[in-house]
């Protein structure tokens, strides 16, 4: 079981920093296109995609340091796992605890999920859930034989037809006990869209609009000290200023996190835009500001510096909740016209 506990472990390391990094991008995109974000559906495709890492690591994992080492040629004879069970294995218990049984059902275990997502989440009947098993099983040892398409001098994993026998056989059982297994959702009815944005949806903007500008910032800072040009004072709130409070008048009442999350604001007052922004970002620079203070009077700046950034993390959420930045302001957050149009003409129908 180290054996497989190590190739998991890594696949699920992986899949962690995956998630960190496309969490916001994953949340925007779900908004955009559904105007809502799901348990169901977040679980149904973050638990698939962390299923096929582990198959994938299984299959790959561990990396030899020399796969040069022993030579490993295909097997091509099908079922030769029985041949080789039977022939060492003196009784029936010690045929289901051969390592050549054990092995192959293994391999049915490694698609038997494969057949259950397609069943259940991805609505596929059993032909397709078979040939589907089929392909990705050859993707397996295709990728074995050749080393990782070459990666490796020497292949390092045998090529093994047996392998492909179970692994289908495992998304055809998979398939078959699908109606059973609870913990993958089933698909159905797309979810109605609210007609007002939340402030999980708002504040998924902020986050966006907070990081693009850092991207932002860091490029323009980064080509001004190339092209020695001038930067000015606080320069991530000159771009803060620029994207959230002046770019909304080019692209009718959207934020770049706005737009990316299907929403805008109303009414179309850019006076009204700007006024809204700096009620959000206006408190972000005392950050600055009391860093500096820590700075010309001796005071500890970090200590300063994480101070104030408690106390702005605590009063950001705030606004948020309370929505006293649209009631100054005289805004609302609203969805997106062509966000409201693809509601219209949705459908809703039930899916597998």
Known sequence: MTSYAEPIGNAAVIFA?????????????????????????????????LYLMCAWALVLMPFPDDPCRRTVTPQLQPFNWVHLA???????????????????????????????????????????????????????EVTQYT??????ECTYRQFNVDDLIANTSGAIIGWLVAPLVFIVPRRGAEPVAPDRVTVPRRGLSCVLDFWIALIL????????????????????????LVTCALLPAVTTGRTPGQLSVGMRMEPGNPLR???????VWGPYPG????????????HDPLGIAALATAGLCV??????????????????????????????????GSVG
Request: glycine residues 8%; hydrophobic residues 50%.
């Open 86 to 140: 039977r022939a060492g294995s003196t009784g029936t218990l010690s045929l289901l605890t051969n390592p050549n049984t054990v092995m192959f059902v293994f391999n049915v275990a490694l698609l038997f999920p494969l057949g259950v997502y397609l069943r259940r989440w991805f609505g596929r009947g059993l032909v397709v859930s078979a040939l589907a098993g089929f392909a990705m099983s050859l993707a397996f």
């Open 287 to 298: 950050f600055y500001l009391l860093s500096d203070y820590g700075l010309a009077h001796r």
């Open 273 to 279: 835009w700007i006024l809204r922004a700096l009620l």
């Open 147 to 152: 080393a990782i398409f070459g990666l490796y």
């Open 217 to 240: 910032t860091f490029l323009a800072t980064s080509l001004a000290e190339t092209f020695s040009l001038p930067v000015p004072p606080g320069p991530m709130y000159v771009v803060l």
């Open 17 to 49: 920093v995956i998630c960190a990094v496309l969490a916001a991008p994953y949340l925007a995109w779900q908004y955009r296109r559904r105007g809502t974000v799901t348990a169901g559906r977040t679980w149904a495709q973050t638990s698939f995609l």
């Open 315 to 348: 009063v950001w959420p705030l606004i948020l909740l309370t929505g006293i930045h649209e009631r100054l302001s005289g805004t609302r957050a609203v969805p997106d016209s062509s966000q409201r149009d693809l509601k219209a003409s949705t459908s809703v």
